[in-house]
């Protein structure tokens, strides 16, 4: 758009923002990555530490390496949030991916494992996309229960194949803990993902429908979308999205537990919403969500480094992402 | 009864006035009631009535002019304090709480209860329990129930918006004489109303609004109609001249669009008629008579509880809009808020359609998508300056949006239900010629307009709904304003051109 010229006029500025929220976003990140350098002088510029290195490829990868899992359930948050929905059951779906995988390759082999994991996951996602597409429940709700109900099969699950031992495959373990030219190997699956994402946001028709749900139902039923057809496949597809991001986090972790992924469920929401996605749907960007991860780990890191208790650290975080939120929806009301 | 002129009215609203914005809904209302005198408070579409009522009982506060209730300026905040003032409104919604009994809506209210049955009784509803939920009731006895509550409160002033609207005739008989008994005792009523028959058996006086004023105080005798519809009418903007040699020409034997007998919740009862392609059929109806349920049965968002529906000769049922597009039926809806995604683009809100269906879910076609989107904003001039979001349009601009929208995607039957409401005159001189042309290139075309001076110039026919049913068909290229008005009046039939 052409307003970047127009920027000392407010309201123009904080249309700008809202079109492009990724800038401020960006700058956000740089100050805040400064802050930490001030905190630990040559955490990030080693120069200043004695050592050598402009900048430290290690610690950014790690800053990467565990935004990416974040960042992909952050895409969750971001489509369903498209529509005015949300996806409370990601967290859930990651760790039952995750669960299932690694229990289930030792008796089944690595492929097929990993296949099961990813349909178990779309399973949960279509279960949300019929209950809030087809019966309308609500999807904080319908995602919710969901999440519930996949926890507790999750517990049976465990009991039968508490004797099989786990088995992390070697393929997930070096997308989550190897490293190529210093940078997480993670980026090899989280990058094309990312484009499919940003790809399906702007140029598909399915992409549209979902700011159309979002911004107006009515206009949508309209002028021919059924939107339940839209719902299911939205879910679906979250659904598919959160298990891969589990079969990361597993290769990551290397250490399959009944909770692996559950508390990366809600900085995921904060992600989105820091990157810019509005809960009421219609507007959202997934960009911003990933530079949103970015932030939130970086912010952890700083929490990390205060030495802080963690009541405080939790309060701390809280604090940041209400404020952040604060900010911006200040600055799109005046758009 | 007439009002006696040495006590003082009841309510006497004098030089109202209320603006919204650049709009002027209002520009110098004035009604009186005295005492024991009904007085019919009456004006066409868009002349304010609605804003007037909703000053009168304090919903809205007026920006000049006063209200003045047995003689005390009412500084009318709320309707709570409109209430408390003495004057109770009785609308055509029910306004009791479903989730509570009677007796507990009573209660709300401080009602007294001795004086609501007797009131009930009188109204012809027997054996009421107290106890009985609100949602458990039927719509009819809701209206009674209102009515007896407001009755009960002893009001000064009783205000009726088109209570009566859809009550069975017994029960509308009984409501007249009971309106009638309360302003013998001493009450002042306003009635609103769009039935004439109702107006002259139990009206005094008819007041008429027009462009926001009042432009007369009737009273009511034998043949007051044809002055109350003059007055009503007045001298109108000049929304252009039909374009001559636009006549509808094609009459294929099987018509685009053939309703049979629909009926549908609430108030659209048993309608017919054609609709042929290369045709305008204008729909003229005063508000709420039935053509809302009617548009939507047709644009899939409804389904009839009776009747069927062709299509080029070929019975269908939507159970979505996508039905109806699929057979070529596409609904420009009434308001523009429900159509369009205002924080989107023009261009998202034109193509829209492209994206609907499954097939289409994949790539975006790009090209095609921008040549037929440009396309439409060229036929229809769409200012594009704020094409970023569709909110930052003008009115007139949204609303070409929303039709270029089916521009885009190719007209094959297009309802337009009251395209032109809220915009300006330059926009709706654009649309008449287009919606003709769009006729002329063998679409068919359904059109519903709250101003009735636009059926002349956009529809080859027209039928006349009141009361849920088609009361007549009218050559539309030839009839005047007047005849328009008596008709969606009920007055009197013309001859049919059908």
Redesign the interface.
């Known amino acids: ?1 052409s307003m970047v010229s127009e920027e000392r006029n407010p309201v123009q500025l904080g249309r700008y923002l809202r ?1 492009n929220p990724v800038v401020p976003l960006i700058a956000l990140l740089f100050f805040l990555i400064a802050v930490l350098e001030f905190m630990k002088p040559g955490m990030i510029i080693p120069l200043r530490g004695g050592r050598d290195g402009l900048v430290s490829i290690f610690w950014v990868g790690n800053l990467i390496k565990f935004a990416i899992p974040l960042a992909m359930l952050a895409a969750c948050q971001v489509l369903t949030m498209l529509t005015a929905g949300i996806d409370l059951s990601a967290g859930v779906v990651a760790t039952v991916s995750a669960f299932v995988c690694a229990t289930l390759s030792p008796l089944i082999g690595i492929q097929l494992a990993m296949l099961i994991a990813l349909g178990a996951g779309g399973m949960v996602g279509l279960v949300n996309g019929v209950g809030s597409g087809v019966v309308r429940v609500h999807p904080l709700i319908m995602t919710l229960g969901t999440g519930l109900i996949a926890t507790g099969c999750l517990q049976v699950y465990q009991r039968f194949v508490i004797s099989t031992g786990t088995e992390i495959p070697q393929m997930l373990v070096w997308l989550g803990t190897g490293r190529t030219l210093g940078l997480p190997n993670g980026l090899f699956l989280f990058v094309p993902f990312a484009l499919v994402i940003l790809w399906i946001m702007r ?4 992409g ?2 979902l ?2 749900l979002g ?2 139902e ?9 939107s339940w ?1 839209v719902l299911v ?1 939205l879910y679906t597809l979250s659904g598919l999205i959160a298990a891969l991001a589990g079969l990361l986090y597993l290769g990551m972790i290397r250490a399959p537990s009944l909770s692996l992924a559950n508390p990366l469920l809600l900085p995921s929401v904060a992600a989105a919403v820091i990157g810019g996605t509005s809960i009421f749907g ?2 959202g960007s997934f960009a911003g969500a990933i530079v949103g991860a970015l932030i939130l780990r970086v912010i952890d890191t700083m929490l990390t480094l205060l030495q802080m208790p963690q009541g405080a650290r939790i309060l701390i975080f809280g604090l940041i992402i209400l404020t952040v939120t604060g900010i911006y929806e200040r600055i799109i009301r005046q758009g | 009864m007439l009002t006696d002129n040495t006590s003082q009215p009841l309510l006497d609203a004098a030089n109202v006035t209320k603006s919204f914005g650049a709009v002027h809904a209002l520009t110098n209302a004035s009604l009186r009631v005295g005492v024991g005198e009904i007085v019919a408070l009456m004006g066409a579409n868009g002349a304010g009535k609605s804003t007037f009522v909703k000053i009168l009982t304090g919903a809205l506060h007026p920006d000049g002019g006063e209200v003045i209730i047995k003689g005390k300026a009412a500084h009318v905040g709320s309707p709570a304090e409109a209430r408390a003032s003495g004057l109770v409104p009785v609308y055509q919604e029910p306004s009791l709480v479903p989730d509570l009994s009677v007796f507990d809506n009573l209660r709300l209210t401080d009602t007294p209860v001795e004086a609501f049955i007797d009131f009930v009784e009188k109204l012809g509803i027997e054996n009421l329990s107290l106890n009985a939920m609100i949602s458990a009731l039927p719509l009819a006895t809701l209206r009674i129930l209102d009515l007896a509550r407001a009755l009960a409160s002893k009001p000064d002033v009783l205000l009726l918006d088109e209570m009566t609207a859809a009550l069975p005739t017994d029960l509308v008989e009984r409501v007249l004489s009971v309106v009638r008994e309360a302003a013998d005792a001493g009450c002042g009523v306003v009635y609103i109303s769009h039935r004439f028959a109702e107006i002259s058996a139990i009206c005094d006086t008819a007041t008429v609004l027009r462009d926001g004023k009042t432009v007369g105080e009737l009273k009511i005798e034998p043949g007051v109609e044809d002055r109350v519809v003059e007055l009503m009418l007045g001298a109108k903007i000049d929304l252009g001249q039909r374009e001559v040699g636009k006549e509808s020409r094609i009459r294929t034997v099987t018509p685009r669009l053939s309703v049979n007998g629909i009926t549908a919740a609430p108030k659209l009862k048993d309608v017919s008629f054609d609709l042929y392609p290369g045709e305008v059929l204008g729909v003229v109806a005063l508000e709420g008579q039935g053509q809302d349920e009617l548009f939507e049965v047709l ?1 899939g ?1 409804e389904k009839p509880s009776d009747g069927s529906i062709e299509v080029d000769g070929e019975p269908v049922t939507f159970s ?3 039905d109806a ?2 057979k070529g039926l596409t ?1 420009v ?1 009434g308001d523009r ?8 683009s023009v261009r ?2 034109i ?8 097939r ?5 076609r ?1 090209r095609h998508e921008k040549s037929r989107v440009a396309h439409a904003i060229e036929r229809l001039q769409i200012d594009t300056r704020a094409q ?1 979001e569709v909110q930052r349009l003008s009115g007139g601009n949204q609303q070409k949006v929303t039709i270029g ?1 089916w521009l885009a995607k190719g007209v094959e039957t297009l309802l337009l239900f009251d395209p032109t409401r809220g915009i300006d005159v330059r926009t709706k001189r654009q649309i008449y010629p287009l919606v003709r042309e769009l006729a002329e290139q063998g679409a068919a075309v359904l059109f519903y307009t709250s101003e009735l001076e636009e059926v002349p110039l956009a529809c080859d026919r027209a039928v006349v709904i009141f009361n849920g049913h088609v009361v007549d068909v009218i050559d539309a290229s030839k009839a005047d304003e007047q005849t328009l008005m008596r008709a969606a009046y009920g007055l009197s039939k013309t001859e049919s051109a059908a």
């Open positions: 758009m079109d140029f598909s028709g399915f549209r429908l700011f159309a911004s107006n009515n206009a949508a039923s309209l002028s021919g979308v059924r057809q496949a219609g507007r | 644009a968002f979505h809009p996508a597009i699929a609904l809806p808020a429900d159509a369009l995604m205002a924080e989107r998202e809100n193509a829209l359609p492209f994206s609907a269906s499954i289409n879910w994949g790539p975006l790009q970023g929208r």
